[in-house]
C-alpha cells in the first residue's frame, strides 16, 4: 500500500457536473481529490480486505439473532420500545437487504480493523462504484497508470444482480427512492442506485422525505396518492422511530430497503457486541459499553462514540489522559460506546480509512477517504486507487 502523485485530468470538474456528480466540491474545498492514488498489491485486497469483510459480516449477521432474542440487548441499542417487535418479525422473516460499508484501518501490513459498520445509510456508493473506475480508464488511456491496473469495484454489477434478485421478490411493486431535501450527496446517490434499479428492471421513481404522505388507513403514499408498497430510503432507522409518523411505521405495510433488523447493524453498539462474542478477532478492536469502559488500556487510548452517530460526529480521542482529537456534532444523548485507538496510517500529510462495500452478502468494492484529522467527516476527501500486483 503506497500513495503515488498523479496528474490531474485537466477536465475531471467538468465531467463530473455533467454525469451529476455536483458535490465534487463543497464549501471551497475538494471532495474528490485525484492528486495522488493509492496502490494496492492483489493479495493485500484479497487477503487483507475482501476475506475479512466478508468474515465480518457473517459475523454481523449472527448477531442479529442474538439480539433479537434478548430484551436486554435490544435496550443497548437504544432502540424505543414499541418497535422490537417489527425489528423481530423482520428478521424472522429475512426481509432481503441491499448493502453495507466497513470503515476499516489498514495500513498495508497488519490486520485491517474494524472502526465501525454503516449498514443502513451508507453513502459515498456514486464515488466508489462509478466514478473512480472513470477515473481509473481514463488515466490507463493517457498512459498515467500501467495498462495492467486494476480496483477493487464489482459495485456497479453486484448492485444491478442484486435489485434483479429484489425485483423478483417485489415484481408487481414500484420502487421508491427517498432522501431528504438539501443534501446534494445524498440526492446523487439515490440517483446512482435509481439508475442500477432501472437497469435492473425495477421500475423505479423518486420521491422526497418530506414529500411522504399518510392516508386515513395508515399508508404511506406519494404525492399523487398512491400506497408506496416498496421503499428504499436514504434516511435512518434512529430516525424514524422518531419522527412524527414513527407510529404508522407498526401497520404501514411498506417493504423497506434497507429493512428494519439493519437498524441493529449500522448502530454503534454493534462494536461492544461483537467483541464479547468473538474476542481477539484479529479484525476487530476491543469495544466496551460505559459501564465497562475501564478495561480499556488509557495509556493506548480511547475512542468515546454514540451509538447513533453519523459521518465521525461528536467523536473524541482520549490517551493518556488528555484529548488529542474531537469532533462536534449532535449526537450523544443516545448514550456512547468506548473502543480502543488504533490510530489512522498516515501518508505523506493525510489519514486514511478503508471503505469496504458488502453487496447483498458478498464483498464488492472499495472506497478510500482522506483527512489530515484523525476523524474522518463528511468533508473528508475520497481518493482513488489501484490494484497492481
Not at 41 to 52: F, G, V, Y
Not at 314 to 334: L, P, T, W
Amino acid at each position: 500500500m503506497i500513495r503515488v502523485p498523479i496528474t490531474e485530468r485537466p477536465d475531471w470538474r467538468e465531467q463530473a457536473t455533467a454525469i451529476g456528480f455536483k458535490f465534487h466540491t463543497m464549501h471551497g474545498e475538494p471532495y474528490w481529490d485525484e492528486r495522488a492514488y493509492y496502490q494496492f498489491t492483489l493479495k493485500q485486497i484479497e487477503q487483507d480486505i475482501e476475506a475479512p469483510s466478508s468474515e465480518l459480516h457473517q459475523m454481523l449477521i449472527h448477531m442479529v439473532d442474538k439480539i433479537c432474542d434478548d430484551d436486554e440487548l435490544m435496550r443497548r441499542f437504544a432502540i424505543p420500545e414499541p418497535f422490537w417487535q417489527m425489528i423481530r418479525r423482520s428478521w424472522l422473516r429475512r426481509d432481503p437487504h441491499l448493502y453495507g460499508r466497513f470503515d476499516l484501518c489498514y495500513d498495508g501490513t497488519h490486520s485491517a480493523k474494524l472502526l465501525e459498520a454503516n449498514y443502513d445509510t451508507p453513502t459515498s456508493l456514486f464515488e466508489t462504484s462509478y466514478w473512480q473506475w472513470i477515473w481509473l480508464e481514463q488515466q490507463v488511456n493517457a498512459g498515467l497508470l500501467p495498462r495492467q491496473s486494476d480496483q477493487f469495484n464489482s459495485l456497479q454489477e453486484q448492485l444491478i444482480t442484486r435489485f434483479r434478485y429484489l425485483h423478483k421478490l417485489n415484481r408487481t411493486k414500484n420502487l421508491y427512492l427517498s432522501c431528504c431535501q438539501g443534501s446534494e450527496e445524498d440526492k446523487g446517490t439515490i440517483d446512482y442506485l435509481k439508475s442500477c434499479a432501472i437497469e435492473a428492471g425495477v421500475r423505479s421513481q423518486f420521491l422526497y422525505i418530506e414529500e411522504i404522505g399518510i392516508d386515513d388507513y395508515g399508508h404511506f403514499t406519494d404525492l399523487e396518492d398512491r400506497t408506496i408498497d416498496w421503499c428504499f430510503k436514504l434516511y435512518p432507522w434512529e430516525f424514524m422511530f422518531e419522527d412524527e409518523y414513527a407510529s404508522a411505521l407498526l401497520k404501514c405495510g411498506t417493504t423497506w430497503l434497507e429493512p428494519s433488523w439493519k437498524a441493529l447493524l449500522s448502530n454503534k453498539a454493534i462494536l461492544p457486541l461483537l467483541w464479547q462474542h468473538f474476542p481477539n478477532h484479529p479484525n476487530l478492536l476491543p469495544a466496551f459499553f460505559a459501564d465497562q469502559r475501564h478495561r480499556l488500556s488509557s495509556k493506548q487510548g480511547v475512542v468515546k462514540k454514540p451509538i447513533f452517530s453519523r459521518e465521525g460526529a461528536n467523536i473524541e480521542i482520549r490517551k493518556s489522559g488528555q484529548v488529542i482529537a474531537h469532533s462536534s456534532g449532535c449526537y450523544g444523548d443516545e448514550g456512547y460506546i468506548y473502543q480502543a485507538y488504533h490510530p489512522l496510517p498516515k501518508f505523506a500529510d493525510e489519514h486514511i480509512v478503508v471503505g469496504s462495500w458488502i453487496i447483498g452478502d458478498e464483498p464488492a468494492g472499495m472506497g478510500l477517504r482522506a483527512d489530515k484529522s484523525l476523524i474522518t467527516q463528511d468533508l473528508s476527501r475520497f481518493v482513488p486507487h489501484i490494484i497492481l500486483a
